[in-house]
């Protein structure tokens, strides 16, 4: 196992709400990015967090959110969900900005009605 | 174009047989480039990289063409445990600052 975990494994909303999931991030690693993975659809990078700064982001509205805290787990917030957020939000640490040793968690399955 | 397109398959194979994938990338400003593998309803796991010269491990093969702008993987005398969507991820300008841009997956069905 990469040692990655995430929280809560599967998560059913109904749209306009908001939502927080949680990921705890590889012993020793300091940046952790997320991803959101549509069905059907690789990845797509939502943003990171290098030493609890957000380091870059991709094309995702305001609404999706995220906090990294000294002991470098991290939480996306959605608010105002809508039935596309619906998808597995993968987190991924890494010890630094190293792309080749990126380790995913399991992922949150999220469903929005 | 878009950032990145792969044939998402399925690839039917039996046992035993080469298979290849080929991903196209429209930044020619990517510095890195990896292969993933997926298993269904898991966390993808990185599989390799690729560099320029090519490279190799056991069973699979990674090549590169910047000029052309495309990645492949070869994998050889296929396993039943093979069977798995493999994505092609790069990143953008920078290299490991930020993203890994992922295609959307070619489904590998290796048959016994």
């Known amino acids: 196992e990469t040692g990655v975990t995430q929280s809560p494994t599967h998560l059913i909303k109904t749209r306009g709400q908001q939502v927080t999931l949680r990921c705890s991030s590889q012993?020793?690693?300091?940046?952790v990015s997320w991803y959101q993975q549509a069905l059907g659809q690789g990845p797509q990078f939502i943003f990171q967090?290098?030493?609890?700064?957000?380091?870059g982001r991709g094309n995702f509205p305001p609404r999706f959110s995220g906090l990294q805290f000294p002991n470098y787990s991290s939480e996306l917030n959605v608010n105002a969900l809508e039935l596309d957020d619906s998808a597995l939000y993968l987190c991924?640490?890494?010890?630094?900005?190293?792309?080749?040793?990126?380790?995913f968690g399991s992922g949150t399955q999220l469903s929005v009605l | 174009r878009k950032e990145v397109e792969q044939d998402p398959g399925p690839f039917n194979v039996p046992e035993g047989a080469t298979v290849a994938f080929n991903c196209t990338y429209s930044?020619?400003?990517?510095?890195?480039f990896f292969w993933y593998r997926q298993d269904c309803r898991k966390e993808p796991k990185l599989l390799m990289s690729?560099?320029?010269s090519g490279n190799e491990d056991g069973r699979f093969t990674a090549q590169l063409n910047r000029a052309s702008q495309y990645i492949s993987l070869l994998i050889r005398d296929s396993k039943l445990s093979d069977s798995a969507t493999y994505l092609c991820?790069?990143?953008?300008?920078?290299?490991?600052?930020?993203?890994?841009?992922f295609g959307t997956g070619t489904l590998l069905a290796v048959q016994p």
């Open positions: 012993s020793g690693h300091n940046t």
């Open positions: 690729v560099y320029s």
């Open positions: 991924a640490s890494s010890p630094g900005q190293e792309n080749e040793k990126l380790f």
């Open positions: 967090y290098y030493r609890e700064e957000e380091n």
């Open positions: 930044n020619s400003a990517s510095q890195s």
């Open positions: 991820v790069f990143t953008g300008r920078g290299g490991a600052t930020n993203k890994l841009i």
